[in-house]
């Protein structure tokens, strides 16, 4: 994202105070305190990254990590959906980056800060902060959307299918890299609530449009690079002299592969703390358990089995079941972004990833964005495969399951998103969908749908003309009654009548009375 020792030098746009000094709490992130590990006093998530110099960048955990505040208790939740605001923070970065180029006496204490006191240096260190601001910028303003998504939602498609398509892969990526094809770009407009991660090894398809395939170790690496692609990753996306070369990126390809097949897997979903909240209700559970096999066990499988997390056992893999759009009637955008988008392919017009025929795609000119960014993302399994790292590294892990997989094969790489032929009104058709996942832990996970449109359970189980169009996001106070945040009292307003927020649709069960309502938010608060 940034190098390190430029984080901790920088103040806020507009006045004197530290940008890190809050510990990026102003964000919605959550602060670590200062410690020989941490010296700088990053955030939960916010890393040192060793590559090509030290930078500072945001690891799964900035993401994926919550905490819920209830009547002075905190409860931090590994894995869980985090309330930061991503954008907020980026441009924020971005204007602080900016007016420490411009304004000299900002860039006098920053440099003083940074260890540049000789005029040569502070001359070194400008030209490389202007660089750095402009290609900043860059990125910042390609992840613009008209209107905000707030706290706790970010469109996590749209910024990946800017980068690649609209800042990567342009003209002349070595020296510049901060220009971008404009035409390829679109506005982010299709925020999504951040998912929970525990058990999502076990589904056979991931992302709210199911697009990833998620079986194989290294359809979990594509989705992860993916995401790298998506925010800070650095990608050299000429055409490889032979396409088995892949693409050389700053995605720490084996590390990558560890945290998925360790870290990732080891998650549990929360149980309910009755400590803090209140003990559930029994006799309430009984009868919501019935309202759930009645409601919403054909969609939502309920999970009985323990899982043993061996490849070998036949219980891990979960088929989730795929909804047209139409069908479940929530927000399209989503889905019909990454369905529908298309752009040129530029210097990767006709290459296949993998190499392979009959396997990789071959870009047309103008091809769909996700069959582009598949063929990047293998592009950069292939080139971390290609130089060993992939490897050695796996086999070093002998704990770990990606062993079984270690001595993989070009030709085994899998294609990582879910793509066809079939194409219907210009869009690929099998991507017209939302999943339904498993709703493990969902007590911890508001706000609710792909969207975050719906505050708490109780308002997702009516219909939907009675659900709150608007509600506050940000708070952390949880409300242990109608199970979410409350909505009352957070820091940023949310439209659902604005394209991308609509909070309509999911109108399963909800003809039922309150009291079958409260019935199965008492059983909900048990998985
Ligand atoms: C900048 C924020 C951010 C970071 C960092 C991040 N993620 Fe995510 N992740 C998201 C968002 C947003 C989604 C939902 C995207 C969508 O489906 O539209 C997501 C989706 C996922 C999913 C799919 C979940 C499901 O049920 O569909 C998995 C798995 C996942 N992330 C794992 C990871 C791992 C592992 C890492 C670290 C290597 C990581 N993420 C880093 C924001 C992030
Ligand atoms: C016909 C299939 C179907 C049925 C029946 C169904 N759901 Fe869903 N559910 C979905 C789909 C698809 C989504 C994702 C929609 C979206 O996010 O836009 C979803 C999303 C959800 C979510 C949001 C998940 C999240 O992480 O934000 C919750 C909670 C949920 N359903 C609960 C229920 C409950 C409770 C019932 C029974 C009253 C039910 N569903 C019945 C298909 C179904």
């Given at each position: 994202m940034l190098p390190l020792n430029w984080f901790p030098a920088l103040e806020h746009p507009g006045s004197e105070?530290?940008?890190?000094g809050d510990g990026l709490a102003r964000f919605g992130y959550l602060p670590s305190p200062t410690s020989a590990a941490n010296p700088h006093g990053l955030?939960?998530?916010?890393t040192e990254d060793k590559n090509a110099g030290t930078w500072v960048g945001l690891t799964c955990a900035a993401c994926h990590t919550s905490q819920i505040n209830y009547h002075g208790s905190a409860i931090r939740i590994d894995g869980g959906s985090t309330d930061a605001d991503v954008y907020a923070f980026l441009s924020e970065l971005s204007k602080a980056l900016a007016e420490t180029v411009s304004d000299p006496a900002k860039f006098a204490r920053f440099a003083t800060r940074v260890g540049a006191n000789e005029a040569r240096t502070k001359r070194d260190l400008h030209n490389e902060l202007s660089r750095f601001m402009a290609y900043f910028a860059t990125f910042v303003d390609a992840s613009t959307p008209t209107s905000p998504w707030g706290?706790?939602?970010?469109?996590a498609f749209g910024m990946i299918f800017n980068r690649v398509?609209?800042?990567?892969?342009?003209?002349?990526?070595?020296?510049?890299?901060?220009?971008?094809?404009?035409?390829n770009y679109q506005v982010p407009d299709a925020p999504v609530s951040y998912p929970s991660l525990?058990?999502?090894?076990?589904?056979d398809l991931v992302q709210w449009n199911a697009v990833a395939e998620n079986r194989q170790p290294y359809q979990r690496l594509g989705r992860n690079i993916g995401e790298a692609l998506g925010v800070f990753a650095r990608i050299?996306?000429?055409?490889?002299?032979?396409?088995?070369?892949?693409y050389p990126s700053s995605v720490n390809v084996a590390n990558q592969k560890i945290i998925e097949e360790t870290l990732v897997h080891a998650l549990h979903s929360p149980p309910w703390p009755s400590l803090i909240f209140g003990a559930v209700d029994q006799a309430k559970i009984a009868s919501g358990s019935a309202i759930y096999k009645k409601?919403?066990?054909?969609?939502?499988k309920p999970l009985t089995i323990e899982w043993?997390?061996?490849?070998?056992?036949?219980?891990r893999v979960i088929a989730v079941k795929k909804l047209p759009v139409g069908d479940v009637g929530t927000d399209p955008s989503m889905a019909v972004n990454v369905a529908c988008r298309m752009a040129?392919?530029?210097?990767?017009?006709?290459?296949?990833?993998?190499?392979v025929i009959g396997l990789g795609h071959k870009l047309e000119s103008r091809d769909f964005v996700v069959n582009l960014v598949s063929n990047v993302v293998v592009g950069v399994e292939e080139a971390g495969l290609f130089d060993g790292t992939i490897q050695k590294l796996s086999a070093s892990h002998?704990?770990?399951?990606?062993t079984a997989h270690?001595?993989?094969?070009?030709?085994?790489?899998?294609?990582?998103f879910r793509t066809s032929t079939v194409i219907r009104d210009n869009c690929l058709?099998?991507?017209?969908v939302y999943k339904a996942g498993?709703?493990?832990?969902?007590?911890?996970?508001?706000?609710?749908l792909h969207n975050g449109s719906v505050p708490n359970l109780y308002q997702l189980l009516l219909p939907a003309d009675q659900r709150v169009k608007t509600f506050s996001v940000?708070?952390?106070?949880?409300?242990?009654?109608?199970?979410?945040?409350?909505?009352?009292?957070?820091t940023f307003e949310l439209d659902t009548t604005i394209k991308g927020n609509s909070n309509s649709?999911?109108?399963?069960?909800?003809?039922?009375t309150d009291e079958e309502r409260r019935q199965l938010i008492e059983y909900l608060k048990t998985l």
């Open positions: 105070e530290m940008f890190l955030p939960v998530g916010f706290p706790a939602r970010a469109d398509a609209a800042i990567d892969l342009a003209d002349k990526p070595y020296w510049a890299w901060f220009q971008s094809l404009e035409s525990w058990g999502t090894p076990r589904l050299n996306l000429r055409k490889p002299a032979t396409p088995l070369l892949g409601y919403c066990s054909d969609c939502h043993k997390n061996t490849p070998d056992d036949p219980t040129d392919t530029g210097t990767l017009a006709g290459t296949r990833q993998p190499p002998t704990e770990s399951p990606t270690s001595h993989l094969q070009l030709q085994n790489i899998p294609i990582p058709q099998n991507l017209e498993p709703l493990w832990g969902i007590w911890a996970t508001a706000p609710y940000g708070s952390r106070e949880f409300d242990s009654v109608n199970v979410g945040f409350d909505y009352t009292t957070g649709g999911h109108e399963y069960g909800t003809q039922m």
